[in-house]
């Protein structure tokens, strides 16, 4: 079971409360698109989230979180550091282990930058960045995805088969994304926030493209 639901959730910067307080469950196997738009609140609500959820979820942060200095490679493994004993991600740092090797060059090839495994991550481009931070919620596999605009810098068959991949590989996600199109296409909810708060709340099925446009 990877559904969750929390109250009270609420989030300030000095004086300005920016985020609740509100509620939000998300039931076993949803996928929901939070929407909305700069500035309303979705990525400090998907924060909050990975707070609570800690283990239980994979982050794909806006800011992507990499270590530059790192190779793709051990940035992808660094999804799986907390399910090793520190001998093992020792080890990794200087000579990774063959099924390690095996599993994430499956996932690069998969996501198209297979041949960037051992290049330093800084020397990637930013939709080859974004990449190698959905190969490592991939990789983390938890049983809930959280993921902040996870294709802002991919192009549109890129951004199709990352999010085929993401709503395939995880049971449960929340998913910000300002592309209310690919919103309606993959996720099965969509949540609308405005001014930290939940302003729509519907199944997609029900909702098209126009009716989210009001958010914004
Ligand atoms: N570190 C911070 N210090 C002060 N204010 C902040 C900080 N981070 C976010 N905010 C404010 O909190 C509010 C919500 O920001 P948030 O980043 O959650 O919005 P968002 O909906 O994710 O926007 P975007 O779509 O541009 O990423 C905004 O008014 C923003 O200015």
């Not at 939000?24 to 609500?45: F, I, P, R």
């Not at 740092?93 to 960037?116: W, Y």
């Not at 481009?125 to 938890?142: C, D, F, K, N």
Request: net charge neutral; glycine share 8%.
């Amino acid at each position: 079971m990877s559904g969750f639901s929390f109250d009270q959730l609420k989030a300030s910067f000095g004086d300005k409360r920016v985020i609740g307080p509100l509620s939000l469950k998300v039931n076993d196997g949803e996928h929901v698109a939070l929407v909305g738009k700069s500035g309303a609140g979705k990525s400090t609500l998907i924060k909050l989230l990975y707070e609570r959820l800690t283990r239980d979820a994979s982050l794909v942060p806006q800011g992507l979180g990499l270590v530059n200095a790192l190779p793709v490679f051990h940035n992808v493994f660094m999804g799986q550091l907390d399910q090793h004993p520190l001998w093992y991600n020792t080890l990794t740092l200087l000579r990774p282990f063959r099924k390690d090797r095996a599993v994430i060059s499956d996932l690069l090839n998969q996501l198209g930058i297979a041949e960037k495994q051992w290049s330093p991550t800084a020397s990637l481009s930013g939709g080859q960045r974004q990449r190698v931070a959905i190969a490592r919620a991939l990789y983390r596999h938890a049983p809930i995805l959280l993921a902040d605009e996870p294709i802002s810098a991919l192009d549109g068959p890129m951004a199709h088969l990352v999010m085929n991949a993401l709503t395939e590989r995880f049971h449960t996600s929340v998913i910000a994304l300002h592309d209310v199109d690919m919103a309606l296409a993959y996720c099965n909810r969509i949540v609308g926030i405005q001014d930290g708060q939940v302003a729509l709340d519907q199944p997609a099925s029900k909702l098209n493209a126009s009716d989210i446009m009001t958010l914004y």
